[in-house]
């Protein structure tokens, strides 16, 4: 059975940095790797994502802020996240989908950062 945990979620002064990590258990091939993340009362936003050749894209909001990494070998995404602000707090989940035609989505439970002033 797949499972994708993440972790690295904290409470950080605004300007500061964290690093989330997010890793699969059990089989499974990857197409791509992403990172969302929730806000309170708010829909769930695309934070970043990349491909197994390495192409990212980010939100518009955290763009030049924060950087994805991955290995495709050890099922391990990475998010670093620098000059946090504020509006950063949420809740950040993992999502990988699966190779193949179905691209079945996988997804972790989530992790918390909070950033205060």
């Not at 990857?30 to 980010?58: C, H, L």
């Amino acid at each position: 059975q797949v499972q994708l945990v993440e972790s690295g979620g904290d409470s950080v002064q605004t300007g500061g940095s964290l690093k989330l990590s997010c890793a699969a258990s059990g089989f499974l091939s990857v197409r791509i790797m992403r990172w969302y993340r929730q806000k309170p009362g708010k829909e769930r936003e695309f934070v970043a994502s990349i491909d197994r050749s390495g192409n990212t894209i980010y939100g518009e909001s955290v763009e030049g802020r924060f950087t994805v990494s991955a290995s495709y070998v050890r099922n391990v995404v990475r998010l670093q996240m620098d000059r946090l602000q504020l509006d950063d707090t949420a809740t950040y989940t993992c999502n990988m989908d699966e190779t193949g035609l179905t691209g079945r989505p996988f997804w972790g439970p989530g992790t918390r950062v909070t950033v205060f002033s």
